[in-house]
């Protein structure tokens, strides 16, 4: 790369003024306004927007090598935060970025790049955060304001503490310095007020503007003419008032009356009450303290007049005083804001950045520009002492061969200043303690001490002016005012009189203690009663004293840290964009040393740890434990790295400024080394673990597996045992609700009947006869093959026999309800209404509806309680609606308040009447899927057996079909002999035997033929036949079978073949059974 394109100024092969200004010049002109010396960072104002400072810009440099990218602020910014942590050559120390140049040069921007890329890299996700990139705006309107030089300029000093824990920020303090007051009632031309009256009277509503007294922006005098929403927060609203009756204060004018007195003028008066409100105190009172001066001198109380001139300075005493309270209650409260958040304990890192005002040389230089050039005096001095003074008296000390670069030094400029007691500032306290003393004698005072000073010039003319020689050039002071504004005090009336204001903030900020710095402190409670003596032990303390006081604070602060320093330079003069004013940048590289700096950073050490401080930091390159903090130890860590060009003196080490980046870079080579160990070793170590706790995890649920497994066992047999029981349980109980079979007639009291032979020997084995099956176990309409298979599904699950066996319960328990109570009820002429279907579920409702017209309906049985369901198609699905059966026997719709006394009534009421809440009305009836009476098996029977109960007459096959087959089957086995063909057909051989004797002699002769053939006995039976043949009409049991325990037997064999045939399938045939005989031959 050309040398007028190096990044780094101390890489330059011809170092003289001409090749740095060409090469600042060209860099400019390609909108590279960032150059660096060595670690030093020259910044060029461009005056335009430039995309240096996006997001992705942003990101590129966190964590950066300084080589690998061009010169930027936020590099800066990130090598204060890593060397903060300790991540650089040098352990976690305090940091500062000194910003510095004259006005407009670009100083605030720069701190709010700073701020900003500080909070990026601290991971700025946090309110806090947020609040410290907020105060800026804030601190901006109030202590900022448009000069001559630079539109933004800063009229007041901060530096900026950012305190952290570890990487995160935990709080911070802002310390002002110096508010340019004055300017609060007078600016020069080309100049305007604090921005933030033009941004209060710009964004103010009008309802605003008259709750707080605010005319057009024109009529105020403190806003020399020019001119560029409500709170419920009592503070803001106080603080709005007051900068409003400052505005109004500046219009107050004064004119002598006849006696002396000084009067408001009558264009006046209104502003005098305005203010009066805005201030909260009384409009006498108030012109009282402006017109004269009440003092008490041995307990008399002396009134002295003031002329128009003091009434004015009072005037404006009294709206300096009272911007830079409400400003420093600003600083405050922000500081309270962003104060830290731990513990007292905990020991915090800090990041401080300077933002101060730029050095100054107006037309018109006052008091004010004494005292920032004095401030950047201050810091050019900070600036020498680190790069020069103290860099090559180390060189000295420690026997280092260094041929002596002369700078400009400042020090007797500051002596010349702040010397006790003949410095500039110890005179000018000292005339202003004389309250008879002039302008003209302070400065004829300094013309005789300081006349044959080289840094101070004597300035013939009839005003008040001297010359003083800075290092940036020549400054003419105009001595006007110096005295007042060191003194800047308010007569005691006056404070007196804002205390008792009624305006809260305002009697706040005016009882409040003054430190030795001029900022606001916090008010303790127990000095209320002492704030006299607070405020007048204030007083004495000097403008000038005060802001002395605090830049020997700032620099005590600046000294212990570890700076990092931003030059910024200003082009032209004129704030235009691309252009370059040769002279103007050339003085300020002459005065700020820039030149000087180069050469001493080429070839200088900017880096000079001690021999403990570098063994301790860098002893890991030698890869060695309990490594001593010597000299030889140091040459070894050296000798195991590449680095050149750097010396060794008697107590430490001399290091290039990029010394620090080769040995940072070496430590992050060790530290990924590092982590590739400790990632393999913690690799193996945890995949041994894990192995061994995988192995123990098998073991463990190996033996929960078995534990599972015999658990399971013994809950298999435990259940199964229960079953047992329970199916034992459930056989009682349905053996005890068996309904007592009809009574068996018994035969007559009469002479024993012999019994055949081939019945006797299989009597004794006859069980006893059972009692009927209740018809509530018998296969019943309800019982469809679908429910049985969803059954036995369930039995197949895990604890499904159970819920099997409750939910057949249930359903038993609902059939048994709806044939006992319901069928009459809802059986109509002898047939179910075609919107009844029995007992089917929810989905088989569903599908039936699913090629159905809106308003199709059915009315179900519920299967798990006992009531009824309506199923309803709809626009977009099927909705059930609940029927429940009130105790008064209504139907009721679960949300409907009308019952009605039956369903069919249900139904054609909401045929009429819409269901609530959708309105639906009933219009179709879901009818059966065939031709026949029913199409579903849950309805079959039933209807004839409710048509039955209710009396209607019905056929003989008829009533049979109604009635249960094992009654059907009785009957026709006690019907009379010949009257039941199919039964003499069916019945046994033995019985057909007898039959067929007793057949064949009553078929060979009459009963009294035969007589003489046969015995007594016989003859005797033979006429009971005959009498039981002719009355079996009358009789009420059919005739019984010669032998009793044969029909008993009978019966209990049909009895047994009807159980055995219910339990068996899930569905009753209706045909009769084959007698047992045959169906052991089968």
């Known amino acids: 790369?050309?040398?007028?394109?190096?990044?780094?100024?101390?890489?330059?092969?011809?170092?003289?003024?001409?090749?740095?200004?060409?090469?600042?010049?060209?860099?400019?002109?390609?909108?590279?306004?960032?150059?660096?010396?060595?670690?030093?960072?020259?910044?060029?104002?461009?005056?335009?927007?430039?995309?240096?400072?996006?997001?992705?810009?942003?990101?590129?440099?966190?964590?950066?090598?300084?080589?690998?990218?061009?010169?930027?602020?936020?590099?800066?910014?990130?090598?204060?935060?890593?060397?903060?942590?300790?991540?650089?050559?040098?352990?976690?120390?305090?940091?500062?970025?000194?910003?510095?140049?004259?006005?407009?040069?670009?100083?605030?921007?720069?701190?709010?790049?700073?701020?900003?890329?500080?909070?990026?890299?601290?991971?700025?996700?946090?309110?806090?955060?947020?609040?410290?990139?907020?105060?800026?705006?804030?601190?901006?309107?109030?202590?900022?304001?448009?000069?001559?030089?630079?539109?933004?300029?800063?009229?007041?000093?901060?530096?900026?503490?950012?305190?952290?824990?570890?990487?995160?920020?935990?709080?911070?303090?802002?310390?002002?310095?110096?508010?340019?007051?004055?300017?609060?009632?007078?600016?020069?031309?080309?100049?305007?007020?604090?921005?933030?009256?033009?941004?209060?009277?710009?964004?103010?509503?009008?309802?605003?503007?008259?709750?707080?007294?605010?005319?057009?922006?024109?009529?105020?005098?403190?806003?020399?003419?020019?001119?560029?929403?409500?709170?419920?927060?009592?503070?803001?609203?106080?603080?709005?008032?007051?900068?409003?009756?400052?505005?109004?204060?500046?219009?107050?004018?004064?004119?002598?009356?006849?006696?002396?007195?000084?009067?408001?003028?009558?264009?006046?008066?209104?502003?005098?009450?305005?203010?009066?409100?805005?201030?909260?105190?009384?409009?006498?009172?108030?012109?009282?303290?402006?017109?004269?001066?009440?003092?008490?001198?041995?307990?008399?109380?002396?009134?002295?007049?003031?002329?128009?001139?003091?009434?004015?300075d009072a005037r404006d005493s009294i709206a300096k005083v009272a911007y830079g309270r409400v400003f420093g209650w600003i600083v405050r409260k922000v500081n309270e804001l962003l104060a830290p958040n731990v513990d007292i304990d905990v020991e915090l890192n800090e990041i401080g950045i300077l933002d101060i005002f730029g050095f100054e040389n107006f037309a018109v230089n006052r008091f004010e520009q004494l005292c920032i050039n004095l401030a950047n005096e201050q810091l050019q001095y900070f600036f020498n002492h680190h790069i020069f003074l103290m860099e090559q008296n180390e060189y000295k000390e420690e026997g280092i061969e260094w041929e002596t670069i002369s700078f400009k030094d400042n020090k007797p400029i500051l002596d010349l200043i702040l010397t006790k007691p003949i410095g500039i500032l110890s005179l000018l306290d000292e005339q202003s303690a004389f309250p008879q003393a002039s302008d003209r004698d302070f400065v004829d005072k300094l013309n005789s001490k300081f006349k044959s000073s080289p840094h101070y010039e004597?300035?013939?003319?009839?005003?008040?002016?001297?010359?003083?020689?800075?290092?940036?050039?020549?400054?003419?002071?105009?001595?006007?005012?110096?005295?007042?504004?060191?003194?800047?005090?308010?007569?005691?009336?006056?404070?007196?009189?804002?205390?008792?204001?009624?305006?809260?903030?305002?009697?706040?900020?005016?009882?409040?203690?003054?430190?030795?710095?001029?900022?606001?402190?916090?008010?303790?409670?127990?000095?209320?009663?002492?704030?006299?003596?607070?405020?007048?032990?204030?007083?004495?303390?000097?403008?000038?004293?005060?802001?002395?006081?605090?830049?020997?604070?700032?620099?005590?602060?600046?000294?212990?840290?570890?700076?990092?320093?931003?030059?910024?330079?200003?082009?032209?003069?004129?704030?235009?964009?691309?252009?370059?004013?040769?002279?103007?940048?050339?003085?300020?590289?002459?005065?700020?040393?820039?030149l000087e700096t180069i050469r001493i950073r080429r070839d200088g050490f900017s880096w000079r740890p001690s021999f403990k401080e570098f063994a301790q930091r860098y002893n890991i390159l030698l890869i060695k434990p309990d490594l001593p903090l010597t000299k030889e130890s140091c040459m070894s860590i050296l000798n195991t790295t590449e680095i050149h060009g750097w010396k060794c003196g008697s107590s430490r080490l001399f290091f290039k400024y990029w010394h620090q980046e080769e040995l940072a870079r070496l430590l992050e080579r060790l530290g990924k080394a590092a982590l590739v160990i400790q990632k393999n070793y913690r690799s193996l170590r945890y995949r041994r673990k894990y192995l061994s706790l995988l192995l123990e995890v098998r073991r463990q649920r190996q033996a929960q597996r078995e534990r599972e497994e015999e658990e399971a066992r013994e809950e298999e047999r435990r259940r199964k045992q229960e079953l047992e029981e329970e199916m034992r349980r459930l056989d009682m109980e349905q053996e005890n609700k068996r309904p007592v079979s009809p009574p068996v007639p018994l035969p007559r009291r009469k002479k024993p009947q012999p019994r055949p032979r081939s019945i006797l020997p299989t009597a004794a084995h006859l069980a006893p006869v059972p009692r009927p099956r209740n018809k509530q176990f018998e296969a019943t309409p309800f019982d469809n093959l679908e429910v049985h298979c969803e059954l036995a599904e369930l039995v197949g699950q895990a604890g499904g026999e159970e819920r099997a066996r409750e939910r057949s319960k249930k359903r038993r328990n609902n059939i048994r309800w709806f044939k006992e109570t319901q069928a009459r009820k809802v059986v109509r002429n002898g047939a179910f209404p075609c919107w009844f279907h029995g007992m089917i579920t929810r989905r088989q409702a569903e599908d039936l509806m699913t090629d159905k017209p809106v308003g199709c309906f059915l009315i179900r049985v519920g299967q798990s309680r006992e009531g009824y369901t309506l199923t309803y198609k709809g626009a977009n699905r099927c909705r059930h609606y609940m029927i429940e059966m009130q105790s008064n026997g209504k139907y009721v719709i679960l949300g409907e308040d009308k019952a009605h006394p039956s369903l069919p009534d249900l139904v054609q009421h909401y045929s009429r009447v819409g269901i609530k809440p959708f309105n639906e009305l009933l219009t179709t009836s879901c009818g059966q899927t065939c031709d026949q009476n029913t199409d579903y098996e849950d309805l079959k029977g039933l209807d004839h057996l409710a048509v039955a109960d209710c009396g209607s007459t019905k056929s003989g096959e008829e009533g049979e079909s109604s009635l249960d087959p094992a009654h059907l089957e009785l009957q026709r086995l006690f019907l009379p002999q010949g009257q039941n063909p199919d039964l003499e057909a069916q019945s046994p051989p033995v019985l057909r035997r007898i039959s067929d004797r007793r057949h064949r002699a009553e078929a060979g002769g009459g009963g009294e033929a035969r007589g003489g053939r046969l015995r007594d006995g016989e003859r005797g039976r033979a006429g009971e036949d005959e009498e039981g043949e002719r009355d079996h009409k009358s009789r009420p049991f059919p005739r019984l079978y010669p032998s009793i325990r044969l029909a008993m037997r009978e019966i209990q064999q049909i009895q047994q073949h009807f159980s055995d045939g219910q339990e068996q399938s899930p569905t009753v045939s209706h045909s009769p059974p084959k007698p047992f005989w045959r169906r052991k031959e089968s």
């Open 1 to 312: 790369m050309e040398g007028l394109f190096h990044e780094d100024l101390a890489a330059l092969s011809d170092l003289d003024e001409q090749s740095l200004l060409e090469s600042l010049s060209q860099r400019f002109k390609q909108d590279r306004i960032y150059t660096y010396i060595g670690d030093i960072l020259v910044a060029i104002n461009p005056f335009k927007y430039l995309p240096l400072y996006v997001k992705e810009v942003s990101e590129r440099y966190k964590y950066h090598e300084k080589s690998k990218l061009p010169p930027h602020i936020f590099a800066v910014a990130d090598r204060a935060y890593q060397s903060m942590l300790g991540r650089l050559a040098t352990g976690p120390r305090n940091q500062c970025i000194v910003i510095s140049g004259e006005s407009g040069a670009g100083k605030t921007e720069s701190t709010k790049l700073l701020l900003r890329q500080i909070m990026e890299l601290c991971r700025a996700n946090s309110q806090l955060e947020q609040q410290i990139l907020q105060v800026n705006p804030l601190l901006e309107a109030f202590g900022n304001a448009q000069t001559v030089m630079n539109d933004n300029s800063s009229r007041f000093g901060k530096y900026i503490q950012l305190r952290f824990h570890n990487s995160s920020v935990k709080g911070a303090k802002i310390n002002e310095y110096l508010l340019e007051k004055s300017r609060v009632v007078h600016q020069d031309e080309g100049e305007r007020n604090f921005h933030i009256f033009y941004c209060m009277l710009a964004g103010i509503s009008p309802d605003d503007k008259d709750m707080y007294g605010l005319l057009d922006p024109t009529q105020y005098r403190y806003l020399n003419g020019r001119y560029g929403s409500e709170d419920i927060e009592q503070e803001k609203v106080d603080m709005m008032t007051i900068l409003a009756g400052i505005l109004s204060l500046g219009n107050i004018m004064f004119e002598p009356t006849e006696t002396d007195a000084l009067r408001v003028t009558g264009k006046s008066m209104g502003w005098l009450k305005a203010t009066a409100g805005q201030f909260g105190v009384q409009e006498e009172e108030l012109l009282r303290s402006l017109t004269c001066t009440l003092s008490v001198t041995r307990g008399e109380a002396i009134r002295r007049l003031h002329n128009q001139q003091q009434a004015e």
């Open 458 to 594: 004597v300035v013939r003319s009839s005003s008040p002016l001297f010359t003083v020689v800075h290092y940036a050039g020549k400054v003419q002071y105009n001595g006007v005012g110096f005295l007042e504004m060191n003194r800047d005090t308010i007569p005691a009336s006056i404070r007196d009189l804002f205390i008792n204001s009624v305006t809260p903030l305002l009697s706040v900020l005016f009882a409040a203690t003054i430190s030795r710095t001029g900022t606001l402190m916090p008010r303790k409670a127990k000095l209320m009663q002492k704030a006299d003596d607070n405020f007048n032990s204030t007083r004495k303390q000097s403008v000038g004293a005060q802001f002395k006081h605090s830049l020997a604070v700032l620099m005590e602060k600046m000294f212990v840290a570890s700076p990092h320093f931003v030059r910024c330079i200003k082009p032209n003069g004129n704030k235009l964009p691309d252009q370059v004013d040769n002279k103007r940048v050339m003085d300020q590289l002459r005065y700020n040393g820039l």
